[in-house]
């Protein structure tokens, strides 16, 4: 027998789905459905990379024109999640992410088939924006459809969805590879990725809702009773006088820095931006990487990408099942130091050690980046902030991460040019000790808060408590 729910206010219903057993199959459904978008975000971001020669020899590009390439959807990315985050909490979730598919499928197909550089740009730039709009939502979905005690849980499965697109992309390439197409393969590659966006968007037309928190604010409590009771196993009664929908003041990106928000906002910002920067500046460049170490050609270079990425998934796969106990905080202070370590010890020991044992160092330092740092910026703005503004961090801690991307893209083929892997690793491993020190100087966990009042918990760290 269904359980029954008497809902008067908002908070009533914050409550319930905070509440609320995050177990059932429809809600690990819903979480993963919502996640399918950041496996279409990572595909699109990755796919060029490995079959970056392929497109170098058949547009022939220049060096400066094959960055512009690599950049160009981060640019987009950029102006995607500035823009959505505020149209996700104007428009509401499910609305965002459903249409924003629609862009990744033929933005994808026309990438695909561009017939020079000038179309390819374009194309590419509104996969970018498709990807911007894409995150804020996706992350604020997850974080207002689970309970309290799995929300770091849920939402932190975005890296390993993230990491499982990168191992799908050296597949599709490799099995594209062995069909002999040449200097096509980067078409193949791109274009391949509006078969997983169709994909993904027929299970969001088959189980997505709306987030029931967004409706609640924006739709009315009527509204929000029918999403939990097509969601949940409950019968909600709002009694006739709350039967009204509400009409909420309009949000800007200033409610994340006014005061009690100002320190979690800014630590948001430094580890989403510093470990995307991190990220697209190693992982993106595996290939690169793995060619320098490898030096045997195309078909290694794809293996040796696809193993060291699977050390993603280990790292993201299994960092969602310590987050309720240690806290997203903890998790991306021991990233950071594994990562920098790792970085070190490959930048000191090149050519002393075997090959195999420098593709391990950068196997756990994709391990460390996906455990700690790397899921930890975009999952501390999505559990940072009430409802009323949560697309806005979220979009807020993703146009920061799209800052970092552009610098991690254009800044590595610049410094390995200049001064070899070795040195460009050592000088890389600053940017997770600049994380690590951020993280010891502001103290913010965000798991387990209470933020859905509006007031910050007396148990946030000094750094925020002095804003008060």
């Known amino acids: 027998m269904a359980e029954s729910l008497t809902v008067r206010t908002k908070r009533d219903i914050i409550d319930f789905v905070n509440s609320h057993p995050t177990g059932s199959r429809r809600a690990k459904i819903l979480a993963f459905v919502a996640l399918g978008g950041i ?3 990572a595909y699109d971001f990755t796919s ?25 959807m981060a640019f987009g990315a950029l102006v995607g999640a500035l823009v959505g985050g505020y ?16 862009l990744f499928v033929v933005a994808a197909l026309g990438a695909g088939l561009s017939p020079n550089l000038g179309w390819l740009l374009f194309f590419r730039f509104f996969l970018g924006v498709g990807v911007g709009l894409d995150m804020p ?16 849980k849920y939402v932190n499965f975005w890296q390993m969805m993230w990491y499982c697109a990168t191992v799908c992309t050296g597949l599709v390439v490799l099995v594209v590879f062995f069909a002999g ?22 299970l969001r037309f088959r189980y997505a809702d709306e987030s ?23 019968r909600v009664n709002v009694p006739p006088l709350e039967e009204r929908a509400t009409r909420p003041s309009r949000v800007r990106y200033g409610a994340i820095f006014q005061r009690g928000y100002r320190a979690r906002t800014t630590l948001a910002s430094i580890i989403s931006g510093l470990q995307s920067m991190e990220y697209y500046a190693v992982g993106f460049y595996l290939p690169t990487i793995s060619a320098l170490i490898l030096g045997k050609g195309l078909l290694y270079v794809i293996i040796g990408t696809i193993v060291i990425n699977l050390f993603g998934i280990l790292g993201g796969g299994t960092q969602p099942f310590f987050t309720p106990r240690f806290g997203v905080w903890k998790l991306a202070v021991i990233g950071c130091a594994i990562a920098a370590a790792s970085l070190i010890l490959a930048g000191i020991t090149k050519g002393v050690i075997s090959i195999y044992l420098q593709g391990l ?38 146009a920061m991460s799209r800052v970092g991307s552009i610098f991690g893209f254009y800044v590595f083929p610049l410094v390995l040019a200049a001064v070899g892997l070795s040195q460009t ?10 994380m690590l020190a951020s993280l010891l100087l502001i103290r913010w966990e965000p798991v387990g808060q209470d933020v859905e009042s509006g007031v910050p918990s007396p148990l946030e760290p000094k750094a925020l408590a002095s804003e008060e």
Do not use: C
């Open 181 to 202: 197409v040449g200097n096509d393969l980067w078409r193949w590659a791109v274009g391949f990725g509006a078969v997983p966006a169709l994909v993904v968007l027929a």
């Open 87 to 102: 149209v996700v909490e104007r428009v509401g979730r499910y609305k965002l992410f459903t249409i924003d598919l629609f």
């Open 361 to 398: 160092l950068l196997g756990i330092f994709i391990l460390a980046h996906s455990f700690g740092q790397g899921s930890q910026g975009k999952t501390m703005a999505a559990l940072s902030y009430p409802t009323e503004f949560r697309g806005v961090g979220t979009g807020w801690a993703e």
């Open 212 to 234: 029931p928190m967004w409706a609640a604010h924006h739709l009315g409590l009527e509204e929000a009773a029918k999403i939990l009771e097509k969601n949940y196993d409950v």
């Open 48 to 72: 060029i990379g490995i079959g970056v020669d392929s497109l170098q020899s058949q547009l022939s590009l220049t060096p400066f024109e094959v960055g512009t390439v690599t950049a160009i």
């Open 137 to 152: 939502a996706s992350l604020s979905f997850v974080a207002e459809f689970t309970n309290s005690s799995n929300k770091g």
């Open 425 to 434: 690793l050592l000088y890389l491993a600053a940017i997770p000790l600049i």
């Open 39 to 41: 496996f279409i975000d």
